[in-house]
């Protein structure tokens, strides 16, 4: 399918579409370049149809072939059991005829029967007609096969019911939308505006700035880590509701249809509300405070101690003081050092006994623990 070219695309559209149905009124088609070339396009022309691309990178808009394809893709994955996945097309036959005679769960009928008006004879109908009187075993399967038709009469019949019925409901749901839309629609007739009604706002303005969301990336690079928005750009018009034109001043590098829709738009964010203008003035040596640095008090971080590093026997308790330096709670802990008597307090910044405080920390949470545990037996 990839050598095909757009020729032997018309040739087929003429011999499969034209010859049963006749020209169609519209042609909604993908950005393939087969259906964008001349070709085809002279084609569509010499039909008297309109010819309609969708958007890039926008399958929703023809989402119900899209869906379509995706069925009889699924359908023949099932099937396919060559390994190199050549008997596709003979399966691919079958499958079409199977599910053009399947209930539709939208239409409630088959696709057979709203094109040709009538249901195509399948082969459980063809057996059950031509079957003949017999005895034995053969009269067992004639009453069997009797009551298999019948029960499908019966399924048909009743669902024939079901779909007149949803589609009478259907139709009344429909006419009266229609009619609260129309009525809606139409302006007062005092000529008063609602003034709780708000007039529609455009997504872009005209001029604005936005990033544009590009899903292809170049051969060779990862999606994951590719830059997915370009930009920014300016909106150059609104063309629908929903699809937008923006201005590209070097398209060489941006290969698509300019008119994208509104979920591959972002507005750029403006910050219009920071402030332009210092907020204090220029600080000179006048206006700094006058001060004495030999007044000041010596460094807090100083140790007591000479320096060097001494060696932790154990640790007693912990605490959590304010400090008078930051105002800020620093947990000390209870320091026995190695040769010495008295303990000190020390800040865990000061202590390099990493097992010593792990093991003290982990006991005192067991403590805490079992403390808590005993607290609510008492209670």
């Given at each position: 399918m990839s050598d095909t070219t757009a020729l032997v695309v018309a040739q087929a559209f003429e011999e499969c579409v034209y010859r049963t149905f006749g020209a169609p009124s519209l042609i909604r088609h993908d950005r393939d370049p087969r259906f964008i070339s001349e070709v085809f396009q002279a084609f569509a022309e010499m039909m008297q149809s309109r010819s309609r691309a969708?958007?890039?990178?926008?399958?929703?808009?023809?989402?119900q072939q899209e869906r379509s394809v995706k069925t009889v893709k699924q359908s023949v994955r099932v099937y396919a059991e060559d390994?190199?996945?050549?008997?596709?097309?003979?399966?691919?036959?079958?499958?079409?005829?199977?599910i053009n005679n399947s209930q539709d769960g939208t239409r409630k009928e088959t696709p057979f029967y709203l094109v040709h008006g009538w249901d195509a004879q399948s082969t459980l109908k063809?057996?059950?007609?031509?079957?003949?009187?017999?005895?034995?075993?053969?009269?067992?399967?004639l009453a069997w096969r009797r009551e298999v038709n019948r029960q499908q009469e019966i399924a048909l019949s009743m669902s024939k019911e079901y779909q007149a019925t949803e589609k009478a409901r259907r139709a009344k749901e429909h006419h009266e939308t229609l009619g609260r839309q129309e009525k809606e629609s139409l302006?007062?007739?005092?000529?008063?505006?609602?003034?709780?009604?708000?007039?529609?706002?455009?997504?872009?303005?005209?001029?604005g700035r936005v990033?544009?969301?590009?899903?292809?990336?170049?051969?060779?690079?990862?999606?994951?880590?590719?830059?997915?928005?370009?930009g920014p750009?300016?909106?150059?018009?609104?063309?629908?509701?929903?699809?937008?034109?923006?201005e590209l001043p070097n398209r060489s590098g941006y290969r698509f249809y300019p008119v994208v829709h509104v979920s591959r738009l972002k507005a750029v964010s403006e910050f219009g509300d920071r402030p332009k203008v210092?907020?204090?003035p220029e600080v000179d040596e006048e206006s700094r405070v006058d001060f004495d640095e030999e007044l000041l008090l010596e460094d807090s971080w100083e140790p007591d101690h000479p320096s060097g590093e001494y060696e932790v026997e154990t640790i007693l308790d912990d605490r959590t003081?304010?400090?008078?330096?930051?105002?800020?709670?620093?947990r000390e802990f209870k320091v026995k050092w190695v040769g010495y008597e008295e303990p000190t307090w020390e800040p865990a910044a000061n202590l390099s006994c990493g097992g010593l405080l792990y093991d003290y920390l982990r006991q005192k949470r067991s403590d805490r623990r079992l403390q808590m545990a005993q607290t609510a037996d008492e209670e």
């Open positions: 969708t958007r890039s990178y926008r399958p929703q808009v023809n989402g390994p190199l996945q050549q008997d596709w097309d003979g399966i691919a036959e079958k499958l079409i005829f199977a063809a057996m059950s007609s031509s079957l003949k009187r017999g005895s034995g075993r053969q009269f067992d399967a302006p007062s007739p005092t000529g008063e505006v609602d003034p709780n009604e708000t007039p529609p706002r455009s997504l872009f303005e005209p001029g990033w544009l969301y590009m899903e292809r990336v170049k051969p060779g690079l990862t999606k994951k880590l590719a830059h997915r928005w370009h750009f300016r909106t150059k018009k609104k063309v629908e509701e929903f699809a937008y034109e923006p210092r907020l204090a003081p304010l400090s008078t330096r930051t105002n800020r709670a620093v």
